[in-house]
């Protein structure tokens, strides 16, 4: 099971069908390594349908904007942090009313894009040690750029940081960097608050997807001629 996942929020936004193409691409990517994330979305869905049920429909009449308004500030009133409590606290269905849908038979969501296997891809090299593979050439996923990345085992990239965000999720092998360990699964979201120089372990290399809504940027003194090359282009 993973041991990276993502926030109460944004899988509550993945449930409402809120995130935008790339970010829920990445979400789903995880959901499939991740039993405890599929049962906590399982959860939202069920409670989801219940908010929605207990929301009064509001009369026809003068008042129409305030019934409704009143009816939705009702259904949000609990707050986030309760709304959470409430959910983990529904018992899980038994198997006989709702079997969990089981990892082994996932689909990846990836697959429908990828030319090939992982192994197969015409990867790009980017440095003797880095390559990647921009699926933002494949298929549209909005303005974020979406890519696979993939590190020789062992192999270091430099110390950078982030104009903006950043979601990785773990396919194949692992890293470790200034904050942790992570392994095939792990979804874990950078800013421009965090600095790292992530390291691929030493048993095979690390392949990972990575959503990107601005450019990594390299700050090492010796490393800072990389930036051309990780720059987006039109």
């Given at each position: 099971?993973?041991a990276h996942?993502?926030?109460?929020l944004?899988l509550?936004d993945?449930?409402a069908?809120?995130l935008?193409?790339?970010?829920?691409l990445?979400v789903?990517?995880?959901l499939g390594?991740?039993s405890q994330?599929q049962?906590q979305?399982?959860?939202l869905?069920?409670l989801?349908g219940v908010?929605?049920?207990e929301t009064?429909p509001?009369?026809?009449?003068a008042?129409?904007d305030q019934?409704?308004?009143?009816?939705?500030?009702e259904?949000?009133?609990?707050?986030?942090?309760?709304l959470?409590?409430?959910?983990?606290?529904?018992?899980?269905?038994s198997p006989?009313q709702?079997?969990?849908?089981?990892t082994?038979g996932y689909?990846?969501?990836?697959?429908?894009?990828?030319p090939?296997?992982?192994d197969?891809?015409n990867?790009?090299?980017?440095?003797r040690e880095i390559?990647?593979?921009?699926?933002t050439?494949v298929?549209?996923?909005?303005?974020?750029?979406?890519?696979?990345q993939?590190?020789?085992a062992?192999?270091k990239?430099p110390?950078?940081?982030?104009?903006g965000n950043?979601l990785t999720?773990v396919?194949k092998?692992g890293?470790s960097d200034?904050?942790?360990?992570?392994?095939?699964?792990?979804y874990i979201?950078?800013d421009?608050?965090?600095?790292h120089s992530?390291?691929?372990?030493?048993?095979?290399d690390c392949?990972c997807?990575?959503?990107?809504?601005?450019?990594?940027?390299?700050t090492g003194?010796?490393?800072r001629w990389l930036?051309p090359?990780?720059a987006?282009?039109?």
């Amino acid at each position: 099971m993973s041991a990276h996942h993502p926030d109460d929020l944004t899988l509550l936004d993945y449930a409402a069908g809120s995130l935008d193409l790339a970010q829920a691409l990445a979400v789903s990517v995880h959901l499939g390594f991740c039993s405890q994330c599929q049962s906590q979305l399982r959860k939202l869905n069920a409670l989801g349908g219940v908010l929605l049920a207990e929301t009064k429909p509001a009369s026809v009449g003068a008042n129409d904007d305030q019934i409704a308004e009143g009816a939705q500030t009702e259904a949000l009133d609990e707050g986030f942090e309760a709304l959470m409590a409430r959910i983990e606290s529904e018992p899980e269905a038994s198997p006989k009313q709702s079997p969990a849908p089981k990892t082994t038979g996932y689909h990846n969501p990836l697959e429908r894009y990828l030319p090939a296997s992982l192994d197969e891809l015409n990867w790009q090299q980017q440095t003797r040690e880095i390559a990647k593979f921009d699926l933002t050439n494949v298929v549209d996923l909005g303005s974020a750029r979406v890519a696979l990345q993939k590190i020789k085992a062992g192999a270091k990239v430099p110390v950078h940081t982030h104009r903006g965000n950043e979601l990785t999720v773990v396919l194949k092998g692992g890293f470790s960097d200034e904050l942790g360990v992570y392994h095939a699964g792990d979804y874990i979201a950078r800013d421009s608050s965090h600095k790292h120089s992530p390291t691929a372990l030493q048993n095979e290399d690390c392949v990972c997807l990575t959503v990107l809504d601005a450019p990594m940027k390299f700050t090492g003194p010796l490393m800072r001629w990389l930036n051309p090359l990780f720059a987006w282009r039109a």
